[in-house]
């Protein structure tokens, strides 16, 4: 993976999640201000205006943001759509369903634009449901279900602050697939997934690796580890330090 995957828990585009985004976009930010293309697709109900809205705070951030109408498979389709994602900077995913997002995407060239994303110097994020189906599976209605498998070997649980008081972590790792881990994200919270192989946590709130109902290993802004890392209470904050060890 040469490109940066960014995993936000819930509620990003909101004047408290400013920092979180200056900071994953100082990652793809050269001498100008980076290309941001974004996609409403999981939306149901008003996908457009959720573009327009999230495009507007996206200017806030020192960014040259433009919306795509993908909205359905057919658009997904679309060379006036999907074309231009293979030349953005980054690419943000609005939240919405988690299954008609996988419905409508599977198969498209979108879909290889999200793979293509990932496979270059650019950065891919979600969030909510669109960070949650990045992964191998995704949770719904009690069980998981298949993913997009942009990253392979997680399982997102997105807004995890609530969905812990829900779920235990038996009940949830009871049929997670084999050498997939299980990362619960907060609110306000975002996991970058870097291209070296390790991670980092931004925003306000914690990432906890759920390993058991006795091993659940949180992280807070700023933390670099690595998934087969032991928790370090002591862990730095500090962004130019090392990850505590190799990823898996």
């Not at 279900?145 to 790792?173: K, N």
């Amino acid at each position: 993976m040469e490109g940066t995957l960014i995993l936000h828990g819930g509620d990003a585009f909101t004047p408290k999640n400013k920092q979180l985004h200056y900071d994953w976009l100082r990652l793809i930010r050269g001498e100008h201000r980076p290309r941001v293309s974004i996609v409403p697709l999981a939306e149901l109900r008003k996908p457009i205006l959720v573009a327009q809205e999230t495009s507007r705070f996206f200017q806030s951030v020192a960014t040259f943001p433009e919306y795509v109408e993908i909205t359905d498979q057919l658009s997904a389709n679309t060379a006036a759509n999907y074309g231009g994602l293979d030349k953005t900077d980054a690419i943000v995913l609005t939240d919405g369903s988690p299954v008609y997002f996988v419905e409508q995407i599977h198969g498209t060239h979108t879909e290889k634009s999200l793979q293509n994303m990932l496979n270059r110097q650019g950065a891919l994020f979600g969030v909510g449901a669109t960070a949650m189906v990045t992964g191998a599976v995704y949770w719904l209605d009690g069980g998981w279900e298949p993913g997009l498998a942009l990253a392979p070997h997680l399982a997102i649980m997105p807004r995890y602050d609530s969905m812990r008081m829900r779920f235990t972590p038996e009940r949830l790792l009871a049929d997670l697939p084999d050498g997939v881990t299980l990362i619960g994200i907060e609110e306000n919270t975002a996991l970058v997934c870097h291209p070296e192989g390790y991670y980092s946590v931004l925003g306000h709130g914690t990432v906890t690796i759920v390993r058991g109902p006795d091993d659940e290993r949180e992280h807070r802004s700023g933390h670099k580890f690595a998934l087969d890392a032991p928790a370090d209470p002591d862990d730095s904050a500090d962004e130019s330090s090392e990850p505590d060890a190799d990823a898996e």
